[in-house]
Structure formats: structure tokens, C-alpha cells
């Protein structure tokens, strides 16, 4: 099976960047879509992006992160990357990662067998 790690988490203040990591283990090679979710206390977890790992789509973002975060794979790596800049206190939650099988890479939860045990962002004013 597919293990994931998250990692790259922290506290910032607002306008701060981070860039969370999620390195992967197993059978990888069968994983087609790779996501970002986050979930902030008392909330439903949201997806954040999403990526197509053999990179022939477009990436995908919530509109609330579009034109801030950035999604990026490293096949050879095995690892996927979220370059969060611009960072606003509603950012913070615990993000993250997971891995599916489907090609056609959205955030429904359903598509991702696979998930990572989350860390932490907090964004201070």
C-alpha cells in the first residue's frame, strides 16, 4: 500500500510563505492523482489542489488559494509539493495530502485512497 508524509508546516504571520512536502512510499506508480486538503478546527475539511501526476492536465485550486498556492510533482521523488505564499489567517489548518487512482484529478474525497496524517499551518495577524 501507499504510505504518506506531509511535512514543511509551521507558524507564520500573515503575507508569510511555506512549502509543504509530501513524500510518498509503495506502490506509487499506480497513484494517478495526488491532492491537497486542509481542515481547520469545527470545519469540513475543503480540497485545496489537486494534480495529474504524469502532468498532461491542468492543476487544480480552490478558488480560494488560486493565484497564491502552487501544486508540483516530483515523479522521480515521489514526492509532491504546495508552495503556499501570500499566506492569510485563514489559511491555518491542518493540511493534507492524499493519493488516488482516477485521472480525472477533483476534490472529491472519494477519488483518494490514500492519506497522510496531516501537519500543521498556522497563519498569525
Known amino acids: 500500500q501507499v504510505q504518506l508524509q506531509e511535512s514543511g508546516g509551521g507558524s507564520v504571520q500573515a503575507g508569510g510563505s511555506l512549502n509543504l512536502s509530501c513524500a510518498t512510499s509503495g506502490n506509487f506508480g499506480s497513484m494517478l492523482c495526488m491532492g491537497w486538503f486542509r481542515q481547520a478546527p469545527g470545519k469540513e475539511r475543503e480540497g485545496v489542489a489537486s494534480?495529474?501526476?504524469?502532468?498532461?492536465?491542468?492543476?487544480w485550486y480552490a478558488d480560494s488559494v488560486k493565484d497564491r498556492f502552487t501544486i508540483s510533482q516530483d515523479n522521480r521523488k515521489k514526492t509532491t509539493y504546495l508552495q503556499m505564499n501570500s499566506l492569510k489567517t485563514e489559511d491555518s489548518a491542518m493540511y493534507y495530502c492524499?493519493?488516488?487512482?482516477?485521472?480525472?484529478?477533483?476534490?472529491?474525497?472519494?477519488?483518494?485512497?490514500?492519506w497522510g496524517q496531516g501537519t500543521q499551518v498556522t497563519v498569525s495577524s
Open positions: 492524499a493519493a488516488g487512482p482516477d485521472n480525472y484529478c477533483t476534490f472529491s474525497q472519494s477519488q483518494y485512497n490514500f
Open positions: 494534480i495529474y501526476t504524469r502532468g498532461l492536465m491542468p492543476s
